[in-house]
């Protein structure tokens, strides 16, 4: 049974670049939450998926956005990137009959460092 | 902005001790959960404690809520080398869809 899986591990980008991340969630899960990480902080939530939809969103800019597929394997996607915007984005998976927030699994995360 | 606040943000003990972390927040909460995480990577549940509870146990962990002072405790018993990592408690306030975290904190266990 395989956990939440993301892709890639490790991405390089230059200011003002495109980037997209990818998660799988674990098998069973039908909702996908993602949070940033900065050096040194907690996770911060970014915003939450179900049914194709975004459900909840937190305190970041329109430059994030998201999507979720019908296989309910999600992507981020952050435009014009700043240096800020460096940090391990953790993808969560959960079950929205299992209560969402009783339990998140996460994937080992992307590195995204901005230069 | 972060919720859950975390006392001491690092802990140095010896293997064997027991390791006690605090996290205070600030409103009301349906839950309040542990996560641990290995070297920056991805963190994995530890314990989840409901509003209604104050102390559950799950085998060398201990998590405690006192819900009028807003904080709880996490208690590592006999610690190991292999729980050096870093602790965040999370509050679902049950109002929207969300996890919020602390800051971490930094345990090392000195083998």
């Known amino acids: 049974d395989a956990g939440v899986t993301q892709s890639p591990t490790h991405l390089i980008k230059t200011r003002g670049q495109q980037v997209t991340l990818r998660c799988s969630p674990k098998?069973?899960?039908?909702?996908v939450s993602w949070y940033q990480q900065a050096l040194g902080q907690g996770p911060q939530f970014i915003f939450q998926y179900y049914e194709e939809e975004e459900r909840q969103r937190g305190n970041f800019p329109d430059r994030f956005s998201g999507h979720q597929f019908p296989n309910y394997s999600s992507e981020l996607n952050v435009n014009a990137l700043l240096l800020g915007d460096s940090a391990l984005y953790l993808c969560?998976?959960?079950?929205?009959?299992?209560?969402?927030?009783?339990?998140?699994?996460f994937g080992s995360g992307t590195q995204l460092s901005v230069l | 902005s972060q919720q859950g606040e975390e006392d001491p943000q690092a802990l140095s003990i010896q293997e064997g001790e027991n390791a006690t972390m605090n996290c205070s927040y600030k409103?009301?909460?349906?839950?309040l959960q542990w996560y641990r995480q290995n070297s920056g990577r991805g963190l994995v549940h530890l314990i989840l404690i409901r509003s209604n509870e104050r102390e559950k146990h799950s085998g060398r962990l201990r998590v405690t809520l006192d819900t009028s002072k807003k904080s709880s405790s996490l208690l590592i018993t006999a610690s190991r080398a292999a729980d050096t990592a870093s602790y965040f408690c999370?509050?679902?306030?049950?109002?929207?869809?969300?996890?919020?975290f602390g800051k971490g904190i930094t345990l090392s266990v000195r083998p």
């Open positions: 969560a998976s959960s079950s929205i009959q299992g209560a969402t927030n009783e339990k998140l699994f």
């Open positions: 999370a509050t679902d306030t049950g109002a929207n869809s969300k996890l919020t």
């Open positions: 409103t009301s909460i349906n839950n």
């Open positions: 098998s069973g899960h039908d909702t």
